[in-house]
């Protein structure tokens, strides 16, 4: 088997480059190699699906807001002879509370992306309270409203790219990559575990969370860990005004569900590594307590359902790293090391990748700086503030 572009690993960051390739460059071959079309593992499926423009890094900014365009518009853009693909985009807006003595580089933030075109408001706590009743404002020093934010159903934007992608000629191949043939210059062939190889001209590691493992295979070193994160969907008793996507300076986030909630509240105790049990004590010891204190009617809330999934994190910087393998073999990008973004950033890591590779530069946002030479220098390039 041969093509001219493989992409290593079929979650959204694969299946956007391969859409993005495909829709710029009708009749090129593209291969998505994904060992799993149910993608039971993926972090994909078990991510929360939101999309903010408030970062601090002009690109993860950049990428977000292209990444709202891209799934505003996904129902009609990628329907399927005419069928549209929808993907449960919600623009419910993001709320960041600063609870945690992090207010100054809150508002510099805000002042950052308001100079980015954001259209993000700055509430004191009788503000917060006004436009958000059930959110005390109790401990509350300054928060961030984005309401141009949103999310969306991550699985379903995942299986709309990737039958949107095959609409376009991309080859989807079910096997798992083992290895990699290559010469003093470039990567020539993957091998899969049927026993079969791949040749291509270009290859995209885009492996999530086992991008360091397979990556290794080839002599590329990522500074890439997979990190356990537990998820939760409750109901609450009674019923909330219409909340955004709440993520605080301590930690915990949640967003709107059907008519429920989902979120969490990372655990920093725990090590990097794959993790898929569940705890015993977390929710009911931290979670609920930390919602009941900033919400008062989540003192009575009914947990349904609980999951884990990973982040690729990167531990120079926790920032993606996109772009050419530096110093290594001249045919291989990266679209690597997402953490808590790679939902959001997708459509832009697609459209970046595509650049790339099919004219050598970016065209349209700049991300030099989230490549490889920073892990080379080990220089890291680091979010403030609520990551
Ligand atoms: C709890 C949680 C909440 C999150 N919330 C958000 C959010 O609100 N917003 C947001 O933007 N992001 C969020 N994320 C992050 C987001 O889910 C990920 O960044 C994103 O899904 C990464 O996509 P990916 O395609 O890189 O990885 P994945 O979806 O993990 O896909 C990688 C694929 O590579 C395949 N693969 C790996 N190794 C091999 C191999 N050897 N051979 C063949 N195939 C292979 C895997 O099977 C997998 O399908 C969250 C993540 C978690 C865990």
Redesign the pocket.
């Known amino acids: 088997m041969s093509a001219e572009v493989a992409i ?8 956007s480059i391969a859409w993005h390739l495909a829709n710029r460059d009708a009749g090129a071959r593209i291969t998505v ?4 079309p149910s ?1 039971q ?12 423009q408030l970062f601090s890094l002009p690109e993860n900014i950049g990428m977000a807001q292209y ?1 709202l365009d891209f799934y505003a518009n996904f129902a009609e853009e990628l329907a399927i002879d005419g069928v549209p693909t929808p993907i449960g985009f919600c623009r419910q807006g993001y709320l960041f509370l600063s609870d945690n003595g992090g207010a100054e580089q809150m508002q510099r933030n805000h002042r950052f992306q308001i100079e980015h075109g954001v259209n993000a408001q700055l509430l004191d706590g009788p503000a917060l309270q006004a436009r958000f009743p059930s959110v005390s404002a109790d401990g509350v020093a300054i928060a961030v409203y984005s309401p141009d934010d949103a ?1 969306i159903d ?1 699985y379903a934007a ?1 299986q709309g790219l990737r039958a949107s992608a095959q609409s376009l000629g991309v080859q989807f191949v079910t ?4 290895g990699w043939e290559h010469d003093a210059v470039a990567a020539r062939s993957v091998q ?2 049927d026993g079969q190889s791949i040749k291509a001209d270009t290859f995209v590691n ?6 360091a ?2 990556g290794a295979m080839v002599g590329l070193h990522l500074p890439i860990e997979p990190m ?4 939760y969907f409750f109901r609450c008793n009674k019923k909330l005004e219409p909340l955004p ?1 709440l993520k605080a300076e301590t930690d915990w ?1 949640i ?1 709107p569900e059907g008519d429920g909630y989902v979120g ?1 509240l990372p655990n920093w105790q725990e090590t990097a590594g794959w993790n898929f049990e569940l705890s015993q004590t977390w929710f009911e010891e931290m979670v609920w307590p930390a919602l009941a204190r900033r919400i008062p009617a989540m003192e009575e809330i009914k947990l349904e359902r609980s999951w ?5 994190r990167n531990s120079l910087d926790y920032t993606a790293i996109i772009g050419p393998w530096v110093g290594g073999l001249e045919n291989v990008y990266l ?2 090391g ?9 459509p832009a890591t697609g459209r970046a990748i595509a650049e790339l590779v099919l004219t050598g530069g970016f065209e349209t946002l700049d991300l030099t700086r989230f490549g490889y030479q920073r892990v080379i220098d080990n220089a890291p390039y680091r979010e403030t503030g609520i990551v």
């Open positions: 290593l690993g079929g979650g959204i960051v694969g299946c190699i994904e060992r799993d993608y593992r993926a972090a994909t499926p078990l991510g929360n699906g939101g999309i903010r990444g999310w991550p995942l096997a798992e990559i083992t899969l575990s885009a492996c999530g969370a086992w991008a493992e397979v356990s994160r537990e998820s996507f986030a967003r969490g884990r999934g990973h982040y690729a679209a690597n997402f953490s808590g973004h790679g939902i959001m950033h997708a």
